[in-house]
Nanobody, 115 residues
Framework: QVQVVESGGGLVQPGGSLRLSCVASGRVVDTMRWYRQAPGKERELVAQISGTVTDTIRYGDSVKGRFTVSRNNAKNTMYLQMNNLKPDDTAVYYC?????????WGQGTQVTVSS
């Protein structure tokens, strides 16, 4: 069993920054992903990072150049540094952790970008 907990969301002005964290406890997980879902929209992939030595990274097109994903394998923790935030980034951000062919989800953390 894997427990996933996100933190770091909040209200920020356009152009500002936030850093999200995701801790997976219970097992050493493999690939970790950030998704987001805005009201009335489908859930979309924001970023993913593998659990291998190479730490393969992938970003959604809408966040490339602004968001940076990283992880601390020793702490089973993933981070999402979000810079130059825009109102369109407003959403609930979810962390997903993969372990033994099963994906475990967190409850989500709200990010609101507004002046």
């Amino acid at each position: 069993q894997v427990q996933v907990v996100e933190s770091g969301g909040g209200l920020v002005q356009p152009g500002g920054s936030l850093r999200l964290s995701c801790v997976a406890s219970g097992r050493v997980v493999d690939t970790m992903r950030w998704y987001r879902q805005a009201p009335g929209k489908e859930r979309e992939l924001v970023a993913q990072i593998s659990g291998t030595v190479t730490d393969t990274i992938r970003y959604g097109d809408s966040v490339k150049g602004r968001f940076t994903v990283s992880r601390n394998n020793a702490k089973n923790t993933m981070y999402l540094q979000m810079n130059n935030l825009k109102p369109d980034d407003t959403a609930v951000y979810y962390c997903a952790a993969r372990y033994m062919y099963t994906t475990y989800w967190g409850q989500g953390t709200q990010v609101t970008v507004s002046s």
